[in-house]
């Protein structure tokens, strides 16, 4: 049966060169979020690493977001990279995230390296989480 529970999910896809201009974009992006009061389920592609200063705005409690691989536990470093130029190898950084607001549990983080004869569909590798509401 449906929950009635309506959710707003968004993906973004911040800019790959200016730093400013991603802090920029990231403090629109914080402000949308706290004018919601469903909850939030923002992704995408933030030309950022985890910790920057966008990571940090974007998972502050003022935001009201968690990074659903740290949420985890998961540990930064080659296996958590999501870049890799269709090359297959990974590479920079896990510039790929999943954040949530805390209406939800994340149970599971994945990113999907699966490829077609060593063909890749993106530069960037999927990354996916299962999420229970709270």
């Given at each position: 049966a449906a929950s009635g529970r309506g959710i707003w999910a968004v993906v973004t896809h911040l800019d790959?060169?200016?730093?400013?201009?991603r802090y920029e974009?990231?403090?629109?992006?914080?402000?949308?979020?706290?004018?919601?009061?469903?909850?939030?389920?923002l992704m995408g592609d933030f030309?950022?690493?985890?910790?920057?200063?966008?990571?940090?705005?974007?998972?502050?409690k003022e935001t009201g977001l968690q990074d659903s691989w740290q949420t985890l536990g998961l540990t930064e470093?080659?296996?958590?990279m999501t870049h890799h130029g269709f090359s297959?190898?990974?590479?920079?950084?896990?510039?790929d995230w999943i954040m949530v607001s805390g209406h939800f549990r994340v149970t599971r983080a994945v990113i999907v390296r699966?490829?077609?004869?060593?063909?890749?569909?993106?530069?960037?590798?999927?990354?996916?989480?299962?999420?229970?509401?709270s």
């Amino acid at each position: 049966a449906a929950s009635g529970r309506g959710i707003w999910a968004v993906v973004t896809h911040l800019d790959h060169i200016g730093v400013k201009a991603r802090y920029e974009q990231a403090l629109i992006i914080r402000s949308w979020v706290r004018a919601r009061r469903s909850p939030v389920i923002l992704m995408g592609d933030f030309n950022d690493r985890p910790g920057s200063a966008v990571h940090r705005l974007l998972s502050s409690k003022e935001t009201g977001l968690q990074d659903s691989w740290q949420t985890l536990g998961l540990t930064e470093g080659r296996k958590g990279m999501t870049h890799h130029g269709f090359s297959g190898i990974p590479q920079k950084t896990r510039m790929d995230w999943i954040m949530v607001s805390g209406h939800f549990r994340v149970t599971r983080a994945v990113i999907v390296r699966d490829n077609l004869q060593g063909r890749y569909p993106s530069d960037h590798f999927p990354y996916y989480t299962d999420l229970e509401w709270s």
